[in-house]
């Protein structure tokens, strides 16, 4: 299982400690039994919105470039290499160039 990210430990934990506090208040319990379930259920309720905060997607340090925005007619080659996969498109590697254009 993957580690939780800042963002699932916050959501989380603030949903336990608002809706324990919340609850303690809207039930007026004063039992040991009634402040266990209701603890219990917090954290059963932060559990679920923990795991329900969706994930950032992972991308790379550039985003990936399209057919079309390259320069030099490369939209021609990537329309030829797409039909040529079977509409699969297969990465092409990268130069230096494309890296870190120069600019003068």
Known sequence: MP???AAQLAYGSAT?????IAMLLLSQTSTGLGVA???AAALALGLLVALTVPLPRRRGRHAARTGASRAGGAAGAAAAQEGATGGARVPEPRTATAEHPVHH
């Open 37 to 39: 379930v209701i603890s």
């Open 3 to 5: 580690r939780p990210t």
């Open 16 to 20: 336990v400690v608002v809706s324990t």
